[in-house]
């Protein structure tokens, strides 16, 4: 039923959960893994061609060298050029959420996210509590620009424990979505099929 990624965060748990179900379902032809850092993903995701790009260079020689036919980009958002466009667009734990990441570009890197979607594309991001303030405009941004356009707030149960308790609580959020509102200082935007 699911693909597995741990988390000792409840709230990081569901995130996963809802991101790797919705990625089991796809097939794509190129993805790009923006703020990939050791890339975990990679193995989810049913694509010929994969792309990452971070900020950190430690990040990308390991990818480099863990994944050789991965195609890398040491640079941030922000700095980031290129005419190219991917199937899907990954952007997770990142916006409102890293400590290297500049709020105040939230929606010009959003737009930019949006950009390098191909038509027909899917785009997946989330925000955090430090940008979470921008969500109304987030949300007239991509209003009319994909065909499907989910936006899922969550937030409750933040704190870390163990893996299980952590399982337990995602999975009781996962199957009963009103416990994830309880707090909702996040949100995870699933933007599919762009026009």
């Given amino acids: ?51 990452a790009l971070d900020i950190e260079k430690s990040s990308i020689d390991y990818i480099k060298k863990k994944y050789p036919n991965v195609e890398t980009y040491n640079t941030s958002l922000e700095d980031f050029h290129s005419p190219k466009k991917w199937d899907l667009v990954l952007c997770l734990q990142t916006i409102g959420i890293n400590h290297l990441y500049n709020n105040k570009n939230t929606i010009k ?51 870390e424990t163990n893996a299980y308790l952590s399982l337990i609580l995602g999975l009781l959020m996962y199957f009963i979505p009103v416990l994830r509102n309880i707090r909702n200082n996040y949100c995870l935007y699933i933007c599919k099929n762009k026009k």
């Fill in 1 to 51: 039923m699911f693909k597995f990624r741990s988390s000792k965060r409840p709230s990081k748990q569901l995130l996963w959960l809802i991101v790797l179900r919705y990625l089991s379902k796809n097939r794509y032809n190129n993805i790009i893994d923006i703020a990939s850092a050791t890339f975990i993903l990679y193995h989810s995701i049913n694509s010929k061609n994969y792309s």
């Fill in 109 to 159: 890197n959003i737009i930019k996210l949006h950009n390098i979607t191909d038509k027909n594309g899917d785009l997946i991001f989330n925000i955090g509590p430090e940008s979470i303030f921008y969500k109304k405009e987030i949300n007239e941004f991509l209003l009319n620009k994909y065909n499907d356009l989910k936006k899922i707030e969550y937030g409750t149960f933040s704190f």
